[in-house]
Antibody, heavy 117, light 110 residues
Framework: QVQLVQSGAEVKKPGASVKVSCKAS????????MVWVRQAPGQGLEWMGT????????SYSQKLHGRLTVTRDTSTSTVYMELSSLTSEDTAVYYC??????????WGQGTLVTVSS | QSALTQPRSVSGSPGQSVTISCTGA?????????VSWYQQHPGRVPKVIIY???KRPSGVPDRFSGSKSGNTASLTISGLQAEDEADYYC??????????FGTGTKVTVL
């Protein structure tokens, strides 16, 4: 079955960077785009960025542009999300999700990133 | 890109119908038929319940339906059930593989 498995929780200090992985299985990795979405505690969903695993082309949220980098490794069917210059406002659960022609299914299990001094 | 506007909360009794609105702009909801809706129970991963404005994925009950008029999309839950109590988010394509989510609506079953 189609499955996305994310890396574990992270605790980072302000100013640091975090890199979260998302390993896909159960389908042809390069045939579907992947998105990253985050959710701050008690808040709503926020789209962060999209990657085309076939050619590594990306689109990023204007809000995060310059701090966000999404990459992929086709040899391991894994997508990565790296966010730099972290502040407390980046504390959130980060999700990857497969984009099936502009809707998202399935989602990874989520990775909690806590930014604290 | 501003978040799509949803009511903060809606409520209804079991068996009733509730409708959640999702208002965007002519650059997203108004121009693309790529509106999807996600249900999220507390502490759980979001799950798609509607895509392409009004299509239901396999396994989603037909009491969930979607529509769109102009810059506003809507999700209707007919025959409300206790398990429908959750947060609901709309999402729209907004050009060049960028997306925007709604502010989220909490549905309470009275």
């Amino acid at each position: 079955q189609v499955q996305l498995v994310q890396s574990g929780a992270e605790v980072k200090k302000p100013g640091a960077s975090v890199k979260v992985s998302c390993k896909a299985s159960g389908y042809a990795f390069t045939t579907y785009y992947m998105v990253w979405v985050r959710q701050a505690p008690g808040q709503g969903l926020e789209w962060m960025g999209t990657i085309n695993p076939s050619n590594a082309g990306t689109s990023y949220s204007q809000k995060l542009h310059g701090r966000l980098t999404v990459t992929r490794d086709t040899s391991t069917s894994t997508v990565y999300m790296e966010l730099s210059s972290l502040t407390s406002e980046d504390t959130a659960v980060y999700y990857c999700a497969r984009s099936v022609e502009n809707w998202f299914d399935p989602w990874g299990q989520g990775t909690l990133v806590t930014v604290s001094s | 890109q501003s978040a799509l506007t949803q009511p903060r909360s809606v409520s209804g009794s079991p068996g009733q119908s509730v409708t959640i609105s999702c208002t965007g702009a002519s650059s997203d909801v108004g121009v693309y038929n790529y509106v999807s809706w996600y249900q999220q129970h507390p502490g759980r991963v979001p799950k798609v319940i509607i895509y392409d404005v009004s299509k239901r994925p396999s396994g989603v009950p037909d009491r969930f339906s979607g529509s769109k008029s102009g810059n506003t999309a809507s999700l209707t839950i007919s025959g409300l059930q206790a398990e429908d109590e959750a947060d609901y988010y709309c999402c729209s394509y907004a050009t060049m593989y960028t997306y925007v989510f709604g502010t989220g609506t909490k549905v309470t079953v009275l």
